[in-house]
């Protein structure tokens, strides 16, 4: 079996090609409420890149009280899983107060029922073995659900800046999967990203949830 050090360098030129067309790099966003932002640089690294046991992704957002802040990153081991969140995403606010702590338990392991599943570490079809983006067959159950809680991957804290913005700090803390760069949207509405229990809306889910690439995603929730 691989060891994790090769499965990452054998996966980063995938991901590289699959983030070429459009990407984005916005870890500290100008952007307003109802926004859509890519995360994308481990904390300390110069470049954009996938997360490794030991390793973070942070990333910033103005917020208001009524706010609430969703995401998904790829779970690299997988063929279209993601880690995010539940449909209403996590809380910013009690009332005027902003929120802040250990939100670990708010975040989910996720199939996004769009590419049937091989053992986890082992498919040729999943990004560190594929030959090429987008490739596997279809999942023949077709809507986002839940695996399992995430407590053996990552944990997760959110902080507050004092500015009206916050900080969302994941870390990976398990050698059994590097996650990828993800999407992270404020809002005030449920599912901005998917619905728990319905089909993948095409909007670019797929491809991050695949192949780890999150441009086609925030481009196309930005634009709406």
Known sequence: ??????????????LLATLA???VDTTVPTADVDDALVFNTPVGAS????????NAY?????????DYVSLATMFVESNDWIIGTPDWGIELYNDTTPR???????LYVLDVGTEADEPVG???NQAPRQAEPNTGDADPISQVRFISSVEAYISANLSYNNDGTF??????????????PGVASVHRTPSPLYAIGQADRGLGLGALAE??????????????
């Open 211 to 224: 192949d780890g690439n999150p441009a086609i995603l925030v481009e196309n929730l930005q634009s709406e």
């Open 167 to 180: 900080t969302l700090t994941i870390n990976n803390i398990s050698d059994l999967t590097p996650l990828a």
């Open 122 to 124: 082992e498919g040729e």
């Open 100 to 106: 802040t702590g250990d939100v670990t338990g708010q």
């Open 21 to 23: 067309c459009g990407f």
């Open 47 to 54: 470049d954009p890149g996938p997360l490794i046991n030991g």
């Open 1 to 14: 079996m691989l060891n994790l050090k090769l499965k990452v360098q054998l996966f980063i030129p995938i």
């Open 58 to 66: 942070a990333v910033t957002f103005s917020a208001e009280p009524g």
